[in-house]
């Protein structure tokens, strides 16, 4: 069973009566607010609320436990509800793009099956670290975020399965380390960021250059690390033998003078 609402401004609360409801557009509307009836919609599985002046999703969404695909894009929208993730196992589709958030939820690490992920074109800040744990992630547009995403956390090379990635129109100045790993990475857009690692020469090679760079940069900063790490032992050492040299000396010279003192007096005495 599917829904179509055209030109209006409110949902009304008894959409939840449509208990065999399988998919809902409400796109192009003027909606402000979405019912929090609308998670007794336990059957439906795409929810489209595109171009909409939605100012955030209910909390109840998160009981449409069958969604499989949620549209929200080009909204007023400036953050997810918290408990996002939470009962949304089933979702592989989640576009939210042209809207107003700057954080996203810890919680949409719980969203186990979710493939796609369109952020594009909002506030972002950064990303959670937990964003790693979306082990199916294939899918991943970051990009418009302009000065406000200027890094990114290193868990996102942990997206074993990602295959394209769109960071394009951001202030990212450098890559993760370990982002050589991301192994199933095919397509990458790094346009129009200020890159120091890797150069830009590297990122015009494309895709694979850029893997095999930061591999490279990699393993040179772990072995610049061992090196410091070699030294500052070493110092160490250095400083233990001279601290140990400086208090036998002192040792010493403490009872040669109290010696010294000694044999004054049996010389006065004598």
């Known amino acids: 069973m599917a829904f179509v609402l ?29 019912p929090d009836s609308i998670g007794l919609l336990t059957t439906l599985k795409i ?18 436990k069958a969604l499989v695909e949620l549209h929200a894009s080009f909204n007023n929208l400036t953050f997810l509800p918290t408990n996002f993730g939470y009962g949304l196992v ?6 939210i793009s042209l809207n107003e958030i700057r954080f996203l939820p810890t919680t949409i690490s719980e969203l186990e099956s979710l493939r796609y992920l369109d952020a594009h074109f909002n506030k972002l800040h950064g990303l ?12 991943l547009n970051l990009s418009s975020n ?5 890094e990114l956390p290193d868990a996102i090379t942990d997206l074993a399965n990602l295959k394209e990635l769109d960071l394009s129109n951001n202030q990212i100045q450098a890559l993760p380390e370990s982002f050589g790993q991301l192994q199933n990475l095919k397509k990458l857009n790094l346009d129009q960021n200020p890159l120091v690692v890797p150069p830009i020469e590297i990122v015009m090679e494309g ?5 095999g760079f930061m591999i490279k940069w990699r393993l040179a900063s ?5 090196q410091k790490r070699m030294v500052e032992a070493n110092d160490q050492n250095q400083h233990g033998w ?18 010294s003192s000694k044999d004054s007096y049996l010389d006065q005495l004598l």
């Open 128 to 139: 959670p670290s937990s964003i790693g744990k979306l082990a199916n992630l294939e899918v």
């Open 90 to 95: 089933n979702l592989k589709i989640l576009t």
């Open 242 to 259: 001279l601290a140990w040299g400086t208090n036998m000396l002192n040792s010493y010279l403490g009872e040669v003078k109290t010696s």
């Open 6 to 34: 055209v030109a209006k401004q409110v949902l009304p609360d008894a959409i939840a009566g449509l208990v065999k409801l399988e998919e809902l557009d409400v796109s192009s509307n003027l909606l402000e607010t979405l």
């Open 207 to 211: 895709t694979e250059a850029v893997k």
């Open 222 to 226: 772990i072995a610049a690390e061992e």
């Open 146 to 150: 302009f000065s406000n995403l200027t």
């Open 47 to 64: 929810l489209n609320v595109s171009s909409n002046k939605l100012n955030s999703l209910p909390e109840s969404i998160a009981f449409c």
